[in-house]
């Protein structure tokens, strides 16, 4: 609730403003009215009013008085003052007429007044109570024959019996002005229950909250900050400097102990360990002030074993949205899309793509942005387990199956995956027998655990990637066809990073910000130079490589800037590869295109190189192979 109070400038208009009010009145203000005058006692209990209406001496009272208020002018304009004149000269028929007001301005006006109203004018400066005595005394003195004024000088000349006029204000003008006071009540009010929300949510926080300005000195706190620095009232503390709580407290901006946006800190507090996070109040301004966030460091690590029991029993989950996937380049973003369509379908999907392109990060987005977003989402590589484990990972097994088997039995990715998605990465690697396996439980939607003979109905999306061409393989005999038709109801193709160079560098900036944050470490700049090099790169280990190399940049580089120097100490950039368009074979998709490696490195071992790729050494031996079959 808001309290309004207008002041009438007369009692005579006290009867229309309140017909007035009563049409204006809400639930969620509430106006009073009332009329002024010799009672200056009044005007010191109007606290508990958040938005005050008045005119003349009163409105400049009140602004002394409450400068922390809402107080609306409820001012007359020139028309206002040339009624009252000539009402005045009607009814007294004055050859002199002074007029007593704040007369800011109205020097200019007063020969054309004095014409129109057919008297002399003179005018006489009113601010406050004493000078609007002292002004009809003037009056008098100087032989005026009446007055025109506002309510304070008109109550004075009706006491001493002096020919007054008083300057009303016209109805439109004063409904102007209450409707004028009336939004700045209703904007009062809202954010009088955002502030109330606020505490509330602050009020009920488990973690002691402060706020305090750009020296360090405390502005408030929630009850959470009364309880753990024992503060009896804010008021004792407001104002002063944080550390007086507790020594090991700082501030942004602080010389002595500095700390930076978003910095913890561990401090005691009462013989207990708490964790101290600061955080800008403001992004704008630098110097704005710092929330401090306290919390115990038993219950955070409470919180997180709870966390950690929670995401156990739910099981496996994706980790990545599409907003975890950066991506500038036309022809990328073009993809982004497609995998956004798919995922609001519940068809299978098979991805493509080289290595490192970053295939696994779609199916993790598709997955969490379909309708099964809050079931499992279970991945397995299927390259690296040979064909006997593969088949118990998948459809699991009955005690006691096979040699070395659990006695309990064991429980398979489809079945975990019941009614969310599984993804099934390097589905080409599958040996050709268990794609027949495959195919059938895909096809009739149940699996059949090794040793058992029971089917078990399951409800799950298959999402499948791989980096060799599947149509080759079906070629070669090594994959079968009606399982590629059976995956690839929905097929996207990840472009490599060679095809996309303005990717590189929005890539490479994103990875450094998220690994210097965890090493809390400064996030390299790359210069121009470097930009250009890494833009000319052919990336054959794709995505994955440049976050191997952003790694090593921020875990080894100390330097604000990092320049082609650093970057080829860091990596062998000697004899870039262009990242230019490469012919391929006959028949294969250019989505397939074979990423070039780089040029020979004496003294390196394969090992060597497939690390610095970021890749295996298989994958290593098969990119040289495809390379080898182009020349």
Known sequence: MVNVIVFAPSPDQLGYIGDLLRKLQTDEVRIDAMHHFGSPEILNHLNHYDVIIARG??????CGRY??????????????ILSALLECRESFHP???????????????LPGLSELCRAELRLYNVVDEQTAYEAVDACRRDGMEAIVSGGTVSNICREQ?????YIRIRPATLERAIQEALNAARLINT?????????MILDNSDDAVMAVDETGHILEANGQSYQLYG???????????????????????????????????LVTIGGQKYYVRYKLISGEVSGAGTLITTSAASKILQEERQIRKSLARKGPTAKYTFRSIIAVNPEMRKKLEIAKKFSKADSDVLITGETGTGKELFAHSIHSASGRMAQPFVAINCATLPESLLESELFGYEPGSFSGASREGRMGLFELAHRGTIFLDEIGEIPVALQAKLLRVLQEKEIRRIGSAAVIPIDVRVIAATNVNIREQIALGKFRSDLLYRLNALEISIPPLRERPDDVIPLMEGQLRILAAGLGKQVPKLTQEAQALLCRYAWPGNVRELRNICERLVVLSDAADVTVEDLNELHSFSGVPLAAPISVSAGVPPAFSPPV?????????????????????????RMSKRQEGLK
Request: hydrophobic content about 30%; proline content about 6%; aromatic content about 6%.
């Open 57 to 62: 001496i009163t409105y400049r009272m009140l």
């Open 67 to 80: 400068p922390g208020k809402h107080i609306t002018h409820l001012n007359f304009d020139g028309t206002d």
């Open 95 to 109: 050859g002199k007429i002074g007029l007593c007001l704040h007369h800011e301005g109205l020097e200019e006006v």
């Open 161 to 165: 019996g002096f020919p007054c006029t």
């Open 191 to 199: 954010e009088r229950t955002k502030t109330n929300i606020i505490r």
């Open 231 to 265: 503060l009896a009232f804010l008021s004792d503390w407001k104002g002063g400097p944080v550390q007086r709580l507790n020594a090991g407290l700082t501030f942004i901006g602080s010389r002595e102990v500095p700390c930076r946006d978003g910095e913890e800190k």
């Open 597 to 621: 490696l780089p040029p020979s490195q004496p003294g390196k071992t394969k090992q060597e190189i497939a690390r610095e790729l970021g890749v295996s050494r298989t994958t290593l031996w």
